[in-house]
């Protein structure tokens, strides 16, 4: 069964920094891109970032552009999400995914962010 299994998250005062990471568990090659999409409370989901793993073009909701950076490991099937000067409105869950090659979006379980003093 393909997973897409994410890690990192928890807690950060504002202006903190965290960083979280996703693997896939299928080839890179069966793979257009990864990303990460956040719901905070109450929220609609919304995408944040997101990169092709073939020429590594990268994509960023403006609320996050300037202070995120996504970054790809083809040889392990990972991907990154550097969050730097942290606010509260960044509190949400994290979820990865993995656009295939046949355009399926798979997901990860999520991972919470929390940022508060």
């Known amino acids: 069964q393909v997973r897409v299994v994410e890690s990192g998250g928890g807690l950060v005062q504002p202006g903190g920094s965290l960083g979280l990471s996703c693997t896939a568990s299928?080839?890179?090659?069966?793979?257009?891109?990864m990303g990460w999409y956040r719901q905070g409370p109450g929220k609609e989901r919304e995408l944040v970032a997101v990169?092709?793993?073939?020429?590594?073009?990268?994509n960023y909701a403006d609320s996050v552009k300037g202070r995120f950076t996504i970054s790809r490991n083809n040889a392990q099937n990972t991907v990154y999400l550097q969050m730097n000067s942290l606010k509260p409105e960044d509190t949400a869950i994290y979820y990865c995914?993995?656009?295939?090659?046949?355009?399926?979006?798979?997901w990860g379980q999520g991972t919470q962010v929390t940022v508060s003093s």
């Open positions: 995914y993995a656009l295939t090659i046949i355009y399926e979006k798979i």
């Open positions: 990169i092709s793993t073939a020429g590594g073009n990268t």
């Open positions: 299928l080839s890179i090659s069966s793979i257009n891109a």
